[in-house]
């Protein structure tokens, strides 16, 4: 079985300071990566990926995340937030051995103010 | 078209109807995935269609849940005798080959079951 957490419901973070969204997972196998973002009133679009390589992955919108198989985390990281990015986030994880559904976290409401 | 399309986008039923929700994937997009987006909860997985194969309906919550996928592509969502809690955002989405490819999202339906 393959599961996610996101431990924190809600993120808050003052514009132009750095922000960590937190992912833990488990699966059996090795994992496949992701995060998704989703904005007020608008569908989930895909952030960025880990599949195998280099354990910093970089995406949309100047987001990282950094893949750590020891702690079986993949926390999301922004240097420097902007108001913009207030949205909900979710980490998922999908097994390489089972390349089928996807399971996700719970979400993480991240709010940036001025 | 360009994205996923999910109809209708709002649908307000009565307890104990039946309810059809319908998924049209990117065009040659052989993954197709039903999630609910339950308020404050995240995204429940429901079932995973990938070409000929038989679905994964392992997420499927009851008997009162079902879904198909025609010519391996439009996919509908049946809820029979629907029930309060029901009540829900559901989100389509497809991808290339499933795999570690990321999943487009539909913008969704939302049930309200009086």
């Known amino acids: 079985a393959q599961s996610v957490a996101q431990p924190e419901d809600q993120v808050n973070v003052a514009e132009g300071n750095p922000l960590t969204v937190k992912c833990t997972y488990s699966?059996?196998?090795?994992?496949?990566l992701f995060w998704y973002v989703q904005y007020p009133n608008r569908g989930l679009q895909f952030l960025l990926k880990?599949?195998?390589?280099?354990?910093l992955v970089k995406g949309s919108y100047g987001f990282e995340a950094e893949f750590n198989k020891s702690q079986t985390s993949f926390h999301l990281k922004k240097p420097s937030a902007l108001v913009s990015d207030s949205a909900l986030y979710f980490c998922?994880?999908?097994?390489?051995?089972?390349?089928?559904?996807?399971?996700f976290g719970d979400g993480t409401t991240l709010t940036v103010k001025p | 078209g360009a994205g996923v399309s999910q109809s209708p986008s709002n649908k307000v039923t009565e307890k104990g109807k039946d309810v059809e929700l319908r998924c049209d994937p990117i065009?040659?997009?052989?993954?197709l995935y039903w999630y609910r987006q339950s308020l404050g909860q995240g995204l429940e997985f429901l079932i995973y269609?990938?070409?000929?194969?038989?679905?994964?309906k392992s997420g499927l919550p009851s008997d009162r849940f079902s879904a198909e996928r025609t010519g391996g592509s439009v996919s509908t969502l049946t809820i029979q005798r629907t029930q309060q809690e029901d009540s829900a955002v559901y989100l389509c989405?497809?991808?290339?080959?499933?795999?570690?490819?990321?999943?487009?999202f539909g913008s969704g339906t939302q049930l309200s079951v009086l």
């Open positions: 989405a497809s991808s290339p080959f499933g795999g570690n490819e990321k999943l487009f």
């Open positions: 065009s040659g997009h052989t993954a």
């Open positions: 998922a994880v999908r097994e390489k051995t089972n390349a089928g559904k996807s399971t």
């Open positions: 880990y599949i195998t390589g280099d354990n």
């Open positions: 269609f990938q070409g000929n194969s038989a679905p994964d």
């Open positions: 699966v059996s196998g090795n994992p496949y």
